[in-house]
């Protein structure tokens, strides 16, 4: 995978699939302590211990349309190759967290990629899951929860071009403004 952002998406795809009615992700980039870290997390069906202990194996699948899983094991592999690791913890009914770190100066770790398409790609897609997005920047938080969007709409679909645009620019706005912070 080119860029984080679409290991984010793989991952919360996973949880879609593991129907979950909420799905968090979350992003901390401490350049002080030379860390980034991804987790998702989950309240779908979650993994037994057979599933759960092979999380990481590309060529062992429940999915029935091909004979692999990528989408931990590419993660994993990602992480690894930046100075960091993955953790997945699960329990069986109530869902899943997918924990992966980076050395965030490290010269192999990939991009974070374009969040704001990937969030506004969920949220479009599956308008009946909420989903809370928070970024953590050297002591700067965004957050963003549909479920409280949904709130606000007043009828109008969280789904409907105008509000996916709007996310998209404002998490789009955060992080480049995040990032031409002095560090």
Known sequence: ??????????VAENSITAGASRIEIR???DTGANLLTLEISDNGKGMDKELLDNAC???YTTRTTRRVGLGIPLLAQSARESNGD???ESTPGKGTSVKASFQHDH???KPLGNIGETMSILIMSNPDIDFFY?????????ALDTADIKKELDGVPI????VIRIIKDDISTWIIEANNMIE
């Open 107 to 109: 010269i192999d770790r």
């Open 57 to 59: 194996d590309p060529f």
């Open 159 to 162: 789904q409907s071009p105008e």
């Open 134 to 142: 928070e970024h953590k920047k050297n002591g700067r938080i965004y």
């Open 86 to 88: 993955i953790v997945v």
């Open 1 to 10: 995978m080119e860029d984080l952002s679409l290991h984010i998406l793989d």
């Open 27 to 29: 992003i901390t980039e």
